[in-house]
């Protein structure tokens, strides 16, 4: 069964903007799926409409086999949200707000209780309980929004670019309980800026741009779809002038670092032995861009490119 | 029990606690500010006691056979608890649209008659406390015994509830906290003043008795001075099927509005 199913869903805005142009989509049950685009693609508007914030134009949404349209309790109830931006009553403690949300979703108070205290232990804020939200760093209201979104335990779970502004050690953290929740059977979507975030985290990828699903596939194979990936080389002895290589796209950007345009059929072992026939010797070694995101640009690129193409044909 | 019998028992069992949980959220809010939400009120009354009622009032004499004191008693109150029960809804579901944590509710499965009656009971609530304490301000002030202790409560109540949805309605369209306070000053404050509070409409000329009698405070503030003192201007059955009127026309349109999300999804 599919966690998600949206079929021909569009959106247009009061003021004539159609943010979504007939989105077909289907998350897989367990699946753990990034959507991914650029600033204004449709992203939130669309998991604005999966979670009953935004209203649709046309087009059906359906979780876990149910219509969001005729049975919206039962699909809310399935479903956890993280929104992108702080939506807080900025004066209530941190446990009350978490417990509040588990009343609105009609968990008793005592229940309400204990699934708050073990959420914000494991989200590392139980200290924080009694402060009220408005004294809390992003950080800490980040993961309180995910607490807040998984105190009813939802199969279902949409986070909108839940790390955007948090330090790298707890985005890491954030990514380690992800991955537990998934593991356990939750269901999760994510919208993020970070494509190395998707990278790790998420088996399948959509990209999205100006309202359409531009591609959905396995991240796996999505990556093999690169067909050059460019790495910096530092190397161990400063080089004088840069010998060439047959077969190999190199640049020198300064005496130590050079940068190789490597083809998927070529082999790094190839390189680094072609390199040590000039006696030239490699230290250490990273990607120049993320690969994810040459990827996503490319897709974005060629998507737009092609419309064009169609409209000039038209 | 059939197995659809026991799923209806658990999906209301699961409204009353979402309707308890924003219940509580919403007494919780303005009983922590008590000195913003429930003492002005206290005081503003007792002001309007000592200057109408105690100096100027033993000037006016009788009004309907009664002491001025006496007779302005149940507008009192009942302002108190119009003001209240409104400006308690639509500054509380304002502030949840402004900072977006209305967003909680919208993604919860509560359906949105229960959002609506968690709000409008909050409000209530506190028009009622409020109109208990003027009451007992008044009580230090005159000596009054209910005529009928059950319209009394019923009036209360039912004004409450009535004025807190006339906050939620002003609270869905507002766009500005500007526009929460426009109503109160504009409408609110005209139609309370104007519905007998402080006189009989007898004592007007034809013309503006009959134009009173649009005025729906007028009813409330009759009827609630029928309960307390055994007087009023109208019928009290046609002061309660006005005010039960417009209990319902205000709940359609609150339901109506909350449905379709007007001003709080786009």
């Not at chain 2, 059939?2 to 007494?27: D, P």
């Not at chain 2, 009971?121 to 506190?126: C, L, M, P, V």
Request: proline share 4%; net charge positive.
């Amino acid at each position: 069964m599919h966690a998600l199913a949206v079929e021909q869903l569009r959106k247009v805005y009061s003021t004539g903007f159609e943010a979504l142009k007939g989105v077909d989509l289907s998350v897989p049950e367990g699946d753990f799926f990034a959507l991914l685009g650029p600033n204004g693609a449709g992203k939130s508007t669309l998991i604005g409409i999966i979670t009953s914030l935004v209203n649709k134009t046309s087009g059906s949404v359906r979780v876990f086999g149910r219509d969001l349209e005729r049975e919206p309790e039962a699909v809310k109830a399935a479903l956890g949200v993280v929104p992108q931006e702080f939506n807080f009553n900025l004066f209530l403690p941190v446990a009350e707000v978490v417990i509040n949300q588990a009343g609105y979703f009609g968990i008793p108070r005592r229940e309400a209780k204990v699934r708050a205290e073990m959420l914000l232990r494991k989200l590392d804020l139980w200290d924080r309980r009694r402060s009220e939200m408005r004294l809390l760093s992003g950080g800490m209201k980040r993961r309180l929004m995910i607490a807040r979104a998984l105190v009813h335990r939802p199969r279902l779970l949409i986070l909108d670019e839940p790390t955007a502004g948090v330090d790298i050690e707890i985005r890491r953290t954030m990514w380690d309980y992800l991955r537990q929740l998934n593991a356990e059977g939750t269901t999760i979507i994510l919208t993020t800026h970070y494509l190395e975030e998707a990278e790790s985290l998420c088996r399948h990828i959509a990209v999205i741009d100006r309202g359409r699903i531009e591609a959905v596939a396995e991240t796996g194979a999505l990556l093999a779809k690169l067909d050059t990936e460019i790495f910096v080389l530092n190397l161990k002895q400063p080089l004088k002038c840069l010998p060439s290589l047959p077969g190999f796209a190199l640049t020198q950007c300064d005496a130590t670092t050079l940068e190789a345009a490597l083809h998927r059929s070529q082999s790094l072992t190839e390189l680094f032995a072609a390199l040590a026939r000039h006696g030239i010797e490699v230290g250490s070694m990273r990607n120049k861009q993320n690969r994810l995101e040459q990827l996503f640009l490319e897709m974005v690129q060629r998507g737009r490119g092609t419309r064009a193409a169609a409209a000039q044909a038209a | 029990m059939s197995a659809r019998a026991g799923l209806a028992l658990a999906r209301w069992h699961r409204y009353w606690i979402t309707f308890a949980t924003l219940l509580n959220k919403e007494v919780l809010r303005f009983s922590r500010i008590w000195v913003q939400t429930i003492l002005p009120s206290a005081i503003t009354t007792t002001l309007y006691f000592v200057v109408f009622g105690r100096l100027i009032g033993e000037r006016i004499g009788t009004m309907d056979g009664f002491a001025y004191m006496d007779f302005i008693v149940p507008g009192l109150v009942l302002m108190a608890v119009i003001t209240n029960a409104y400006s308690n809804v639509v500054s509380s579901f304002y502030s949840s649209k402004f900072s977006r944590y209305v967003e909680e509710l919208l993604v919860s499965p509560a359906p949105p008659w229960v959002i609506l009656a968690g709000y409008v009971a909050g409000g209530a609530i506190r028009g009622v406390t409020v109109g208990v304490v003027v009451m007992l301000v008044a009580m230090l002030f005159t000596d009054l015994a209910p005529h009928s202790l059950g319209i009394t409560l019923l009036v209360f109540v039912l004004t409450a509830v009535l004025f807190a949805l006339g906050g939620f309605i002003n609270a869905v369209y507002a766009n500005s906290f500007d526009d929460i306070s426009i109503v109160p000053t504009f409408v609110l404050a005209p139609l309370t003043y104007l519905g007998g509070v402080f006189y009989s409409i007898d004592l007007l000329p034809g013309f503006w008795q009959t134009l009173s009698l649009l005025n729906p405070v007028l009813y409330m503030v009759n009827a609630f001075r029928y309960g307390l003192l055994g007087t009023s201007d109208i019928p009290l059955g046609m002061a309660f099927v006005i005010i039960l009127a417009f209990i319902g026309v205000f709940t359609l349109v609150s339901l109506r509005l909350l449905a379709r999300g007007v001003g709080i999804k786009h």
